[in-house]
């Protein structure tokens, strides 16, 4: 049982550059997220997902773009990618709000250069 | 708007020791609060957790206490081991998404 795992653990980009990081759950979880992780700032949700094909926005939703066509896969794309994104990128699943909270993956630290 | 507010922003204690983490949080519409502890290199792992129609819940080492009225909630961390260094946050959520809020986070240190 892998939890959620986050793929690339690290990444330099380029300004300008896209992406795709990673995120998938053997776990059968609906609710899905994304984090960003700043020094001082504690987590920021990008987006979030409560099922396949619903996606909605958090509170840091710009920049960022996400999808779910399936309960495992929750990727997060960087449209062209800012200084301003370099940061650790977290993927966490819950089972819903009966559930015992939400699992976090060990994440993504990428750095815009 | 920071809606949940966590202090200290470090705590170093000593072995055997109590720490206490403090949250306060704004929106009255929170009814779920949960800890995670970090490890570097790691993500959050949930601790503990407490709904608010309960003042305290214990697991182990580990005591929430909540205030409703107070709109606060703390960490209590009694008999402080080594092991125990990491960064705390204390988060808040409300409704079926159960969307989390975070505080800034607490870096203990607990010196052997």
């Known amino acids: 049982n892998a939890g959620v795992t986050q793929t690339p653990k690290f990444q330099v980009l380029k300004t300008g550059q896209s992406m795709t990081l990673q995120c998938a759950q053997d776990?059968?979880?609906?609710?899905m997220s994304w984090y960003r992780q700043d020094p001082g700032m504690g987590l920021r949700l990008i987006h979030y997902?409560?099922?396949?094909?619903?996606?909605d926005q958090g509170e840091v939703p710009n920049g960022y773009n996400v999808s779910r066509s399936t309960t495992e896969d929750f990727p997060l794309r960087l449209l062209s990618a800012a200084p301003s994104q370099t940061s650790v990128y977290f993927c966490?699943?819950?089972?819903?709000?009966?559930?015992?909270?939400?699992?976090f993956g060990s994440g993504t630290r990428l750095t815009v250069v | 708007q920071q809606q949940v507010k966590q202090s200290p922003q470090s705590l170093i204690v000593q072995k055997g020791g109590i720490s206490i983490i403090n949250c306060a949080y704004e929106n009255t519409a929170f009814d779920y609060f949960p800890w995670y502890q970090q490890f570097p290199g790691k993500g959050p792992a949930l601790l503990i957790a407490i709904r608010p129609d309960v003042s305290e819940k214990k697991e182990g080492r580990f005591t929430i206490s909540f205030n409703k009225s107070a709109k606060q909630f703390s960490l209590h961390i009694m008999d402080s081991q080594p092991g125990d260094s990491a960064t705390y946050f204390c988060a808040a959520s409300k409704g079926s998404a159960r969307q989390l809020t975070f505080g800034s986070g607490t870096q203990l240190t607990v010196l052997p």
């Open positions: 966490a699943s819950s089972g819903g709000p009966g559930g015992d909270g939400y699992t």
């Open positions: 776990m059968n979880h609906e609710y």
């Open positions: 997902s409560v099922g396949a094909g619903i996606t």
